[in-house]
């Protein structure tokens, strides 16, 4: 009976009762049909039909039966996109959750997926934002307008802040960055202190918190150094040089949970920098930690545990991290070192870059 509840509550108001004449029809207490409401209590087995008759639906409708199956199939959507988002798979999703929107209009969780979905499978460039502009804005009008839960509200416009950034929407997009919250306003950082020792909850939403701002404090340092031009290679490795001090501070077990591929790629971003200024000795060193580091990735078991004291105890789940194409982390570093890099094909030649290859 999870659904009975706020199954009566919606019929109830659809007729326009109050629970005074419901429970004067039924022969109970105003009382006990809050309480049904409520889910504190429910009624009689043998009343069911009597109820179920006076709003004419079926019983297993007022039990909330066909909603319970609902519920079914749209954590089975959001599962499906849980897997697939992991995997970088953008096309197939948008086309699957399109029709799960179609199958449940109103279903916000289901909406603001097919809204990532549809923004991923397009370039971020602005033809791709072009090409989805009209639905994606459609999207989220519905979800600021009628969606009542904040979290799927917040998403949506973090999501339409890249879309307009994408589209040259400049001023539009700086309205909705305002609306925004602080990053000290953020759960995680809240969670803190509205905890206190030696509540069960608070050790756990500290640590949380750690290991959540040192993954956006890289963020931010890499968007900052390592996508300007503006700053030299020498500039861009003691920003980068810092952020894995930092790394190596919080987490000297190398247990870097939802940081692991970024202190992988930093490790790949420094060593094709020393490369550019010259320093191949430097550039193999970064290069073979970066190999190794995603070598000791793949070998993981999908869950661990956390064993640096700042975030002991805690778990990391590693397929919480995304991938743009379907490849363990050694394929993922082969490709990228082989073609995104900027490696000369004489640095490429020397035996010490084919030994790395080889531990990939």
Not at 39 to 60: H, K, Q
Not at 179 to 187: A, D, G, V, W
Not at 205 to 214: I, T, Y
């Amino acid at each position: 009976m999870i659904y009975f509840g706020e199954t009566l509550k919606k019929l109830r108001k659809e007729k326009e009762l109050t629970q005074e004449v419901l429970a004067e029809f039924l022969g109970v207490s105003f009382q006990t049909v809050s309480k049904w409401e409520r889910n504190e209590s429910y009624p009689d087995i043998a009343m069911l039909p009597v109820i179920a008759a006076f709003f004419g639906v079926s019983t297993d409708t007022l039990l909330g039966v066909d909603k319970a199956a609902d519920e079914a199939k749209i954590q089975k959507y959001i599962e499906d996109y849980e897997n697939q988002w992991r995997l970088g798979h953008w096309s197939e999703l948008s086309g699957t959750l399109k029709k799960a929107t179609v199958e449940y209009p109103g279903e916000f969780r289901l909406l603001i997926r097919y809204m990532n979905s549809l923004m991923n499978a397009q370039s971020n460039d602005r033809d791709g934002a072009l090409a989805i502009s009209s639905e994606f804005q459609s999207i989220y009008d519905n979800i600021q307008n009628y969606c009542t839960d904040d979290s799927i509200r917040l998403w949506a416009k973090r999501m339409i802040c890249s879309h307009y950034k994408a589209l040259g929407k400049t001023e539009e997009m700086e309205k909705i960055l305002e609306e925004m919250p602080l990053m000290k306003n953020s759960r995680d950082y809240i969670a803190t202190y509205l905890y206190r020792s030696p509540d069960n909850a608070h050790e756990p939403a500290c640590k949380n918190a750690v290991s959540e701002l040192v993954y956006l404090l890289d963020g931010a340092i890499f968007n900052l150094y390592g996508l300007n031009m503006a700053y030299s290679a020498q500039e861009q490795i003691i920003a980068l040089k810092a952020m894995l001090h930092v790394f190596d501070s919080v987490f000297p077990d190398g247990d870097y949970g939802k940081s692991y591929l970024q202190v992988i790629y930093s490790n790949g971003h420094l060593a094709h920098w020393h490369a550019e200024i010259g320093d191949n000795e430097t550039a193999y060193k970064y290069l073979r930690t970066c190999a190794e580091l995603a070598k000791k990735f793949d070998a993981m078991p999908q869950v661990t545990e956390h064993t640096s004291f700042l975030v002991n105890g805690m778990s990391f789940d590693k397929q919480m991290i995304s991938k743009s194409h379907e490849e363990s982390m050694c394929g993922r570093m082969k490709r990228l070192i082989n073609d995104k890099y900027p490696l000369s094909e004489e640095f490429k030649q020397d035996v010490k870059f084919k030994e790395i290859m080889n531990i990939l």
